[in-house]
Antibody, heavy 121, light 107 residues
Framework: EVQLVESGGQLVQPGGSLRLSCAAS????????MSWVRQAPGKGLEWVAS????????YYVDSVKGRFIISRDNAKNSLYLEMNSLRAEDTAVYLC??????????????WGQGTVVVVSS | SYDLSQPPSVSVSPGQTASMTCSGD??????VCWYQQRPGQSPVLVIY???RRPSGIPDRFSGSNSGNTAILTIRGTQAMDEADYYC??????????FGGGTKLTVL
């Protein structure tokens, strides 16, 4: 079964740091772009970051550039999001997502269940 | 910056056809996909590459994209189709971008 399972979300103070993980199974992880998408409470979907198969190409939404780092370990079938200098507006459910094909960056057909990050004092 | 605009809400009667739009500058030059998200659940891809349906998605769902507007159409709308729908596109500049979402109400 193709599956993505996120972990690492928790309550953190403004200015703090957090590392999210996404464990992939049931498909050849190293063959796909992978992304993080977030959804603030009551709001829409927002793409956060993407990483290409070989880990050298990484892209971010402007609001997290310089604060978040996306990475992957293809040997461990895992995707990560290191989040620094967290702000209240980073509060959201963070979802790991896989595209429907190995050549696409978007068009996600596999999603995790999400992990909740709350930034509050 | 590039934006995708979706109407906040659309209402439809059961059995009728629901159409939801997604607008962006020269959107027809890019591929668009659509997601359905029911409350408390992760999104589900219902259309990719403008008009293709993933396996398991009913043929009641269809999509088109031309000019500045992409459209998701649901024929014979059912109560189970009530959800939020998001369009999404990408290119080498914006990478991945979602529209703001449309809440479909079946009443």
């Amino acid at each position: 079964e193709v599956q993505l399972v996120e972990s690492g979300g928790q309550l953190v103070q403004p200015g703090g740091s957090l590392r999210l993980s996404c464990a992939a199974s049931g498909f050849t992880f190293s063959s796909y772009w992978m992304s993080w998408v977030r959804q603030a409470p009551g709001k829409g979907l927002e793409w956060v970051a993407s990483i290409k198969q070989g880990t050298t190409e990484k892209y971010y939404v402007d609001s997290v550039k310089g604060r978040f780092i996306i990475s992957r370990d293809n040997a461990k079938n895992s995707l990560y999001l290191e989040m620094n200098s967290l702000r209240a507006e980073d509060t959201a459910v963070y979802l790991c997502a896989r595209p429907y094909t190995t050549t696409a960056e978007g068009s996600f057909d596999v999603w995790g269940q999400g992990t909740v990050v709350v930034v509050s004092s | 910056s590039y934006d995708l605009s979706q109407p906040p809400s659309v209402s439809v009667s059961p059995g009728q056809t629901a159409s939801m739009t997604c607008s962006g500058d020269k959107l027809g030059d890019k591929y668009v996909c659509w997601y359905q998200q029911r409350p408390g659940q992760s999104p589900v891809l219902v259309i990719y590459q403008d008009s293709r349906r993933p396996s398991g998605i009913p043929d009641r769902f269809s999509g088109s994209n031309s000019g500045n507007t992409a459209i998701l159409t649901i024929r014979g709308t059912q109560a189970m189709d009530e959800a939020d729908y998001y369009c999404q596109t990408r290119d080498n500049s914006i990478h991945v971008l979602f529209g703001g979402g449309t809440k479909l109400t079946v009443l």
